[in-house]
Structures are given as structure tokens and as C-alpha cells.
């Protein structure tokens, strides 16, 4: 790495941890009145955004880019119009720092509690997304975390154009536009050296592809959040409403389909009647849905491909989808065990003792019973935004928003207690 970006990277992590100690004196008030202020600069620069959004989108087509990309990495007046309107949501959410909880009065009459505090410094690598530069800004302000954002070659000029608008809006209330800091070199050595940042970085997420994940992994010397790869199951049993099964399906796969909590694979009991297919096959023609399945699935469907171990593992982010039909929802959740991220993952039933075990054995962080696994998301969930959807156990997992973006520390409270 050149030695000018790494001091760059240091000076910037410098920053952050300065601007972390102003932002940790501010209340509620004072960071909720931060966050109108983004949300009236970002609907001022509308048109800015949108320029800068055209000249991405106009690079990625040139280069190939697939439609649900495409998808990801598009502004329009609506989804920007959308994205401010995710900050007056965040807003009303409750400040969860300084809370406390497990409060508890020893016989030596020591208070001891949990106090709610910021991780410190979070920084995120990111691709195509360019709504995460606003959702990770506004959450880590409203948690009093401090943000180094670096995004992908594909968004460079939207995120550039949105966190401008951001850190202008923060400068405009007197505070220190540190407190959100954007990296625009987009080389890979930067990526490297933010994943490296030990001593300013408390806490490095990234979002994105399978590639940037568990490149991330390997080599960041940093604490890590793992956002995952959203290789999503719907299991129909035997038991299910077809109607139900059928619009579930095609909520969870068409209604957007480069985002990690569309539906990638898709199980049917060998029980399941032929009506079922027969609304399915409308599906895959109106949607041009590429199937690639099972022995059993060819013989159900037209036009299905053979599916492999590689297309039961991936990621399609478009319109495709492998598909198995199974014995029953043993098969289904031992299939579930061998090619599931742990993202989110759908069981249609109207059998209690079924939905209760695929509660109990699938091991994802989103699992649901007769429901959309579209619904994996900070806003759906009631959280106003998310940074992203976190696959691992520790430390947060699903959705992550303002609670997962804390710590916490205890305090002890005495009057001259001392230890024998």
C-alpha cells in the first residue's frame, strides 16, 4: 500500500475517534435534530443525487452489470423521497444509550447495573448499494457511533454525492462533519487498509457479495460483523394452502430480485398435488424464472435445467432459482442444513408439529412460518433502517439497528464499599 494512502486512512481513523468524543456529549435532541437536517439536505440535493446515480448506472450497463444489480444501485425522486423518509422513522425510535437495565442492590449495598453505550468507531465496506451510505449514517449517528463508509467502484459517485449532502448537513448544525468520513478511493488497497485499521476501528462491517465477505474475514485484523450472503429456502409441506404457497413464492422471489432476502431455492414435499405446479409454471413463464432442478422437478416442469451442487449453494440475484422436490420436511431441513447461509429461511405448513420443528432445526438468523422471507429487513422489522442483515451468533444477529450497534458496560455504584 502506498504510504500516502495509509496515511490518509490514519488520519481519517484519527478523526473519527476525535469526532467520537463530541458525539458521545450529545442527547437526543441534539442528534435527532442532526438527523432533520440530513433529511432536509438530501431532499434539496435530490437532483445532484440522481445525476451522480446516472453516471453509475450508465458505467454499470457498459460494463455488463446484471439486472437485480442494477435494481440495487438505482435513485429515482421515489426511492430517494423513500430514503428521507427512513430518517423521520429513525428519529422516533427510542435512543437506546445511556439505558440501563439488570439493576440489582448486593447485601454489601453495592448498585450494580447495564448501561447502554456506542461501539465506538464502526467503518463499512460496501458495494452497489447506494442507500446504505444514508441507512449506516443516520443509525450510527443515532447510536453516537462515529462512521467511515467505503463503498464500491460501481456507486462511487451516488455515495460521494449522498455523504457530501450528509456531512454537510452535520457541518450546517455546528457539529463535526467527522463524524460520517467517506473514503473515494475505491482501489483495492483501501479496502485493505481499512480492514487494518487496528487502534481506530472498533467494529468493521461489510455488505456485499460472497467475495467482499469472506475477503473481509480473512484478512481484516479488526472486529468484524459478518452480514451474510442471503441464500433463502421456502420449504412447501405437504399440509400447505396452495394459494398461500403460490403468493408467498412469488412475493419472496420477483417482487425484487437482487436483494439477499429473495428467495433462491425452493423445496416441495412429493406430497404436495398438482394444482400447485400448475401455478407455478404461470409464475416461472410470466416472471421467465430459469429453473435448474431435481430429477423429479424436470419430469414437473418444462424447460428445467439439471440442478448441481454449485446452483443448490448459490446466490442467483436474479431470475433463477434451483429447485428439489422431497420426501418430507426431514429432507427439506437436512437440504436447509447443507446449502443454507443462515439468512432467512420460509416454511409454508398448516401442520403445528412441522412449523414448530422447522422453528427449532433450521439454524438462520430470519425463520418463518407462512410468511415472506422479503419481510428480513431493519425497516419491516420495526427498526426504521438497518446496516444489514447479520448471519453470525456473536454479536448481534438478523436485522442489525440502533440495539445491535451498542455495548454495554456495567456501573457500579457505592458509598466508600471496599473489598475484603
Do not use: W
Amino acid at each position: 500500500m502506498e504510504q500516502s494512502l495509509q496515511n490518509n486512512l490514519k488520519n481519517m481513523g484519527m478523526s473519527s475517534k476525535i469526532a467520537e468524543k463530541e458525539l458521545a456529549k450529545l442527547n437526543t435532541e441534539q442528534k435527532n435534530k442532526i438527523l432533520k437536517n440530513i433529511k432536509s439536505f438530501l431532499l434539496e440535493d435530490t437532483k445532484k443525487i440522481i445525476a451522480a446515480n446516472n453516471l453509475d448506472m450508465e458505467k454499470a450497463r457498459e460494463n455488463g452489470m446484471s439486472e437485480g444489480l442494477l435494481d440495487r444501485l438505482s435513485l429515482d425522486e421515489k426511492r430517494i423521497k423513500d430514503m428521507a423518509e427512513s430518517i423521520d422513522k429513525v428519529i422516533d425510535l427510542k435512543d437506546p444509550i445511556g439505558s440501563m437495565s439488570e439493576v440489582t442492590t448486593l447485601e454489601n449495598g453495592l448498585v450494580i447495573g447495564k448501561r447502554k453505550v456506542p461501539i465506538g468507531v464502526i467503518a463499512m465496506i460496501y458495494e452497489s448499494r447506494p442507500n446504505v451510505t444514508l441507512d449506516a449514517s443516520i443509525l450510527a449517528i443515532k447510536s453516537s457511533n462515529t462512521l467511515i463508509l467505503r463503498g464500491g467502484k460501481e456507486a462511487i459517485n451516488s455515495n460521494k454525492a449522498i455523504s457530501d449532502s450528509i456531512r454537510a448537513a452535520i457541518k450546517d448544525t455546528g457539529h463535526d462533519e467527522n463524524i460520517i468520513s467517506f473514503i473515494d478511493d475505491t482501489s483495492r488497497e483501501s479496502s485493505t487498509g481499512l480492514m487494518k485499521l487496528k487502534g481506530y476501528i472498533d467494529l468493521l462491517i461489510p455488505r456485499g457479495s460472497a467475495g467482499l465477505i469472506n475477503s473481509v474475514m480473512e484478512n481484516a485484523t479488526v472486529p468484524v460483523l459478518e452480514t451474510g450472503v442471503g441464500n433463502c429456502h421456502l420449504y412447501v409441506d405437504d399440509s400447505a394452502k396452495t394459494d398461500m404457497a403460490l403468493n408467498i413464492l412469488e412475493n419472496s422471489k420477483t417482487t425484487r430480485i437482487g436483494v439477499c432476502n429473495a428467495m433462491e431455492s425452493l423445496l416441495v414435499s412429493e406430497k404436495v398435488g398438482d394444482d400447485f405446479y400448475i401455478g407455478l409454471q404461470k409464475i416461472i413463464d410470466e416472471y421467465n424464472i430459469e429453473v435448474f432442478g431435481c430429477e423429479k422437478t424436470r419430469k414437473k416442469l418444462k424447460n428445467v435445467k439439471p440442478a448441481t451442487e454449485e446452483e443448490y449453494a448459490k446466490e442467483y440475484l436474479d431470475y433463477k432459482m434451483s429447485m428439489k422436490i422431497v420426501s418430507g420436511i426431514d429432507e427439506a431441513i437436512e437440504h436447509i442444513y447443507k446449502y443454507s447461509t443462515h439468512h432467512s429461511d420460509v416454511i409454508v405448513t398448516e401442520n403445528y408439529e412441522n412449523a414448530m420443528r422447522f422453528l427449532n432445526e433450521v439454524d438462520s438468523a430470519c425463520v418463518y412460518v407462512n410468511a415472506s422471507s422479503r419481510f428480513t429487513d431493519g425497516g419491516a422489522f420495526g427498526k426504521g433502517a438497518e446496516i444489514g442483515i447479520s448471519t453470525q451468533k456473536l454479536h448481534a444477529r438478523g436485522p442489525v439497528g440502533l440495539e445491535e450497534l451498542t455495548s454495554e458496560k456495567y456501573v457500579i455504584l457505592g458509598k466508600g464499599q471496599i473489598r475484603i
